[in-house]
């Protein structure tokens, strides 16, 4: 695989913890998305890490398209 799967046209509002690392699915296979859950092995993907500074709402990319892992640019709106 070596376009990512689009796991939806959409951004992924989540709301995140200060201190809190969460692992952005990057090949779009994860079930949990936008979190990854191990689906990647074998394809050449890996998650991405993010950790959060403050509190508040994160809008992670779900198409698996943008320019600045792991939030959404907009790109899904251009599929």
Same mark, same amino acid.
């Given at each position: 695989?070596?376009?990512?799967?689009?796991?939806?046209?959409?951004?992924?509002?989540?709301?995140?913890? =200060?201190? @809190?690392?969460?692992?952005?699915?990057?090949?779009?296979?994860? @079930?949990?998305? =936008?979190? *990854?859950?191990?689906?990647?092995?074998?394809?050449?993907?890996? =998650?991405?890490?993010? @950790?959060?500074?403050?509190?508040? @709402?994160?809008?992670? *990319?779900?198409?698996?398209?943008?320019?600045? =892992?792991?939030? *959404?640019?907009?790109?899904?709106?251009?599929?």
């Amino acid at each position: 695989m070596t376009e990512p799967t689009i796991a939806q046209k959409s951004p992924c509002a989540v709301q995140v913890e =200060p201190g @809190k690392t969460y692992y952005w699915c990057s090949c779009g296979q994860s @079930k949990g998305q =936008p979190f *990854c859950d191990g689906s990647h092995k074998g394809s050449g993907f890996a =998650p991405v890490a993010y @950790k959060a500074e403050g509190s508040g @709402k994160v809008f992670f *990319c779900g198409c698996k398209r943008t320019k600045t =892992p792991v939030r *959404c640019d907009g790109s899904h709106s251009r599929l």
